[in-house]
């Protein structure tokens, strides 16, 4: 995608639409186990809100219930959009499909016709960086190959929300940063609104527009930072004290919230 398309896809998109609101969210399993209480949550066109909180602390079943899997026990969910992407801790790839077929999956789902599913996932393909391994399997990919495939099928979907439960917790550091570098190039490209978890507060801040820090069971927002720097984000920031005092910030919090 060119700058001027990019562009154009940004303002079509409504910066600043709110796409998902959560207002007092509680989540009581029926076990009885407590996992959400009182969530206030708004993500907005163009925002990407990375979520840090403790073990258990109710980040999955939060984004369950930002993806409509799942209903919260008290408060409102608005969800504006249809057009959601999930990206797991796991790549979920079907081992008997290779990358194309893969990633041509939930067009696939959706019945649409094979050359449009097909030319889709070649663009998506291109996009995460795995353009020459269409026909490899995902047992003769990486483990940040697969990350990129998985990545791939669910932007064929052209998503609005963008769902990312710990994409990367299971990758070596480089990937990772690698992977982080991918999917803010991706965020600055397409501007959907992303809500993502992960447990390492330097990938929050790195990946976000806001950092949300929840408290230990039952999850609770304790404190939200606003992350000032400038997105496209020069890799190089992670280096800066601006950076370091941000993160110190965040994981004081963490630190403060968990009980
Ligand atoms: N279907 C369920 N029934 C009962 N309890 C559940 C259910 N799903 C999750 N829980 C409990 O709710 C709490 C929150 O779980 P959740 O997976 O959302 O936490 P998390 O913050 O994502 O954890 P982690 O960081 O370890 O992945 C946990 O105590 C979990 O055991």
Redesign the pocket.
Known sequence: MTETQAAALSETRNEGTTLLDFQDVEMT???G?V?LSGVDLTVRQGEFVTVV?P????????LRIASGLESSSHGTVNIATSRIGYVFQDATLLPWRDVQSNVELLAELRKEPRAIRSQKAREAIELVGLKGFEEHLPRQLSGGMKMRASLARSLTLDPELFLFD?PFGALDEITRERLNDELLRLFAERRFAGLF?T?SVSEAVYLSTRVVVMSG?P?AIVRTFEVPFPVPRDPDIRFTPEFAALVGDVSHALREGHH
Not at 55 to 62: A, F, M, P, Q, V
């Open positions: 399993f029926p076990n186990t996992a909180g073990s258990g602390c109710g980040k999955s079943t939060l710990e978890i447990h069971r999850g």
